[in-house]
């Protein structure tokens, strides 16, 4: 009998895992001597703060990231069809859901093997829960461009879908480009468009406010998001 690849989400911020995660990931964790991870130190915290109770070292780990080519993860899976199961760890929040850990469900879907997804954490659902957006019909968008003459023209662009279409409009930054992203928000957006901020999410921190363009003129200089992870969404 082949094993699993179990997806396993991990915290977004929470430092109780308790708070973001069902204690049965935690049963599963150790039914898993070999994880594949998008980065190793980060991976071995995490799985000594979850009760992990294999030994660190005889536990087997493959590397996944943004520069991983498929041609490096042709035998990542090779324990399943020996019967063992695989866990796949996202560096924060879902595996797979703006994450490279795709690629690695992708070859598994491919060869047949059976996937398990786990309940965790989502920041980007989370955001769309809180903001008060349209959660009927909504898109992710990832990251927008980093040049503000092309970031300000994709602003445009997601600005007339979610009014044309109805269409709540997600997308997300590097934290210390935060601030530089809102202040193309208030520049580029009509002054009645809805943008909501959502950052540090599951933290004492967290905020979660949703303002139109004009208003978040005169908010900005109060708000803060500079290295703190944050989620953008845009809608009527």
């Excluded at 009014?163 to 709540?168: N, P, Y």
Aim: proline share 6%.
């Amino acid at each position: 009998m082949n094993g699993q690849l179990i997806l396993f989400p991990v915290p977004i911020g929470a430092d109780d895992i308790g708070h973001s995660l069902p204690a049965i990931n935690t049963v599963l964790l150790n039914s898993c001597s070999t994880f594949i991870v998008e980065e190793l130190r980060t991976a071995r915290r995490f799985l000594k703060k979850a009760g992990y109770s294999h030994p660190i070292d005889d536990t087997t780990f493959f590397t996944l990231n943004e520069h991983t080519t498929p041609q490096e993860i042709g035998e990542y899976l090779d324990a399943i069809p020996r019967g063992e199961n695989i866990g796949l760890l996202s560096e924060a929040g879902l595996p797979c859901v703006a994450d490279p850990g795709a690629m690695i469900t992708r070859m598994a879907q491919q060869r047949g093997y059976e996937i398990v997804p786990l309940v965790g954490p989502s920041s980007l659902m989370m955001a769309l829960m809180g903001s008060g957006l349209n959660g009927q019909h909504f898109a992710f968008n990832g990251y927008l461009p980093v040049d503000r003459n092309a970031r300000n023209a994709a602003i445009r662009r997601l600005e007339e879908r979610a009014l044309r279409e109805h269409q709540t409009q997600i997308f997300i930054e590097a934290p210390y480009r935060n601030n530089q992203m809102l202040e193309s928000l208030c520049a580029a957006l009509h002054p009645n468009t809805m943008v909501c901020v959502a950052t540090d999410i599951t933290l004492p921190s967290q905020l979660i406010r949703t303002l139109t363009a004009q208003q978040w003129k005169s908010e900005r200089a109060t708000t803060n998001l500079h290295k703190r992870n944050t989620v953008f969404l845009i809608g009527e």
